[in-house]
């Protein structure tokens, strides 16, 4: 991977790319679906590549929930054979780590929504309680500090507060404790032109406060490739990733060494990855995409007979 082409493909071209390889991965939001809605054509298009013989994985940077509501989303969604087994969320990773890599004796404490609670529960990984005596007016004299904790590990959490910020800051204190974050990503669009800051902003706060840089699990990271690699023994040479956002899903093609399709119905437009290319600084060109497609509904039109 690295220093792609940022070729347009479609129609045979795409076919003969597809037939090279043997799986794929997709990213979620911004190419399967925008928010609570399908990319038009990306059921069809998954279908038939599981139909000519592929195996499909999904890898999503969203933590927010537990691997089986994303299975009932896909089906929801009109994705008709897609299960939880296929698909890797951040939060599982996050969890995977810290059980199989990490070997995490000890609490972690999370700073997240249920996706990332739930995935460390269903691991075993220990995790510490919300404290319900904690009131508004708890001062970060009185919050209690659990012994235990061994790891703090962030993720997109709406109730983010100080408290949190400030417990997290005293576990970190302990050069020993892991300090992860389950991905980097700064923001999200949201309907009518909104957008949502993203794990990454506040995993910066922590790390400003704590004079310490996380361990990324979630995408550019290499542990999401190995996660599935571990389970489902994927070939590098043999797989695609395709991804809608040049410095997550592109990078951590490049970083995997797969080779990378950008898609055009998310974050990054085809100018940015341009602009990546001709780029005089040679650490760009991990961002550069091999192939660039309108949207994978361009896959059926490939893979029809
Ligand atoms: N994290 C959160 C909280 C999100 O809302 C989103 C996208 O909606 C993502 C991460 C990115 O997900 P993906 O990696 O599937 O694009
Ligand atoms: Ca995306």
Known sequence: GGGGGCRRVRGPELRELLDSKRDVLFDCDGVIWNGEAAVAGAPEAVRLLKQRGKRVFFVTNNCTRPRGNYAHKFSRLGFSDVSEEDIFSSAYCSAAYLRDVARLSGKVFAIGCQGVLQELRDAGVDVVAEDSAEGPD???????????????????????????????????????????????????????GRVTPGSGSLTAALETASSRKAT????????????????????PAQSLMVGDRLETDILFGANCGLCTVLTLTGVSTMEQAQEYKDSEAPEKKDFVPDYVVESIADFSEALED
């Open 138 to 192: 708890t001062s970060i004299y009185d919050c209690p500090l659990d012994p235990d904790v061994r790891a703090v590990l962030v993720g997109y959490d709406e109730k983010f507060n100080f408290m949190k910020l400030a417990k997290a800051c005293c576990y970190l204190r302990d050069s020993e404790c892991l300090f992860l974050a389950t991905d980097p990503d700064p923001w999200h669009p949201l309907r009518g």
């Open 216 to 235: 990324v699990i979630g995408k550019p990271s290499r542990f999401m490739f190995e996660c599935i690699a571990s389970q489902f023994d994927l070939d």
